[in-house]
């Protein structure tokens, strides 16, 4: 790291290829699109090369990375919501031809299942409860390292932590029909 800020480009570039796929994997799951995901990866790392001087090792530097890139996810959201929806023509252009499935692609294609249901409930969930997950279940953050990244009590992650995967829990039960229910409000038996 000291390298790194020093203009050191080899350190950087290592610094860089050693945090590169969990800044991608939490900005994946934070934006839930491959294609958003790449891009607000990519805005995290130009934001950590341009703002690596003001590093000052107050947290590790994989917590100071992944609250830069929630930061860049959160950002590639809200542009997301500002870019138009393509028409069904664009849809159709960009369709692939179904390809004959091989005999051994029974399991790749219920661990994409899997995968798909797992972006599905965790974009249901609200940022408020998705972040706090997403740090420690695919960054494997620590409480004080989240709590530092999201500027929030540790006892808040926590509380968060466990509302959130809760909701997950509920989302991905098969009788569920994946619609997570909002932890805030508790679920009434019918």
């Not at 409480?143 to 808040?156: Q, R, S």
Request: charged share 30%; aromatic share 4%; proline share 5%.
């Amino acid at each position: 790291m000291t390298a790194a800020q020093g203009g050191d480009r080899g350190a950087l570039d290592q610094l860089l290829r050693r945090h590169y796929d969990r800044v991608h994997a939490v900005c994946r799951r934070i934006t839930g699109h491959d294609a958003d995901a790449a891009d607000a990866a990519q805005d995290a790392m130009i934001a950590i090369v341009r703002n690596l001087d003001r590093f000052d090792g107050r947290s590790s530097f994989g917590t100071w990375a992944y609250r830069i890139a929630t930061n860049a996810s959160l950002d590639e959201l809200r542009r997301r919501k500002r870019r138009p929806l393509p028409t069904s023509n664009e849809d159709d252009e960009h369709r692939h031809h179904n390809d004959i499935a091989d005999p051994a692609s029974g399991r790749r294609i219920d661990a994409i299942g899997d995968h798909l249901a797992l972006d599905h409930a965790l974009r249901q969930l609200s940022d408020e409860y998705r972040l706090p997950v997403v740090l420690r279940d695919v960054a494997d953050l620590d409480y004080a390292e989240i709590a530092a990244a999201l500027d929030i009590p540790i006892g808040t992650v926590k509380s968060r932590i466990a509302r959130g995967r809760a909701a997950l829990a509920e989302a991905l039960a098969p009788e569920s029909g994946n619609q997570p229910t909002d932890p805030e409000r508790p679920s009434r038996a019918p």
